[in-house]
């Protein structure tokens, strides 16, 4: 069951990203640090520009997965977010988020970050996943920001679909890896 609303999160914050999301991922690590949250980095340690984000992206999902706490987040960090939202929510109990910033959207920019905080306040959502190609870095700094501090409102109607979400797991069809 998911932990019900409270305070801004103060748990284990797991980031990664792939090649397009590298840079990114280590503003945001260093400024999290300085934020005085506690911050894993799960890679990758240097710029390979033919890697894949699910090498990147399943270890944080797993592990988030496994935590019915609720005491673990994690940013993913990709091109478009899209990709990397995907496979992360292939894991039971993952919600994943997408969020992308100014660059090519026509979202009324105050929109886009209440979308965010309703990831948090209505789904619970425990992965935020950023299109670097479509924010930057302050922007980033900001929903990143946001999204941890909203805490999940905990009200029966959200915790009701959550547990909706969370019975529909990916063995629920008799599927093994790779269908």
Not at 99 to 120: P, Q, W
Not at 149 to 162: N, Q
């Amino acid at each position: 069951m998911p932990a019900r609303g409270g305070s801004a999160f103060g748990g284990k914050i797991l980031i990664t990203s792939d090649h397009a999301g590298f840079e990114l991922k280590n503003t945001l690590f260093h400024f999290l640090k300085e934020k005085k949250f506690e911050v894993i980095d799960c890679g990758p340690d240097k710029l390979e520009t033919e890697d894949d984000y699910p090498d990147f992206v399943a270890p944080v999902a797993e592990e988030i997965s496994a935590d019915e706490s609720g005491k673990t987040l994690g940013i993913i960090i990709g091109g478009s977010g899209q990709g990397e939202a995907m496979c992360a929510n292939r894991f039971p109990r993952v919600r994943a988020a997408v969020f992308y910033g100014d660059k090519r959207l026509n979202l009324e920019s105050e929109k886009r970050f209440s979308l965010l905080s309703l990831s948090r306040e209505h789904n619970n959502a425990n992965i935020l996943s950023i299109g670097a190609r479509f924010v930057s870095e302050e922007e980033a700094k900001k929903a990143v920001l946001l999204w941890l501090e909203t805490p999940f409102s905990g009200e029966t109607r959200h915790l009701r679909r959550i547990e909706k979400i969370d019975k529909l797991a990916p063995n629920r069809f008799g599927l093994e890896n790779g269908q």
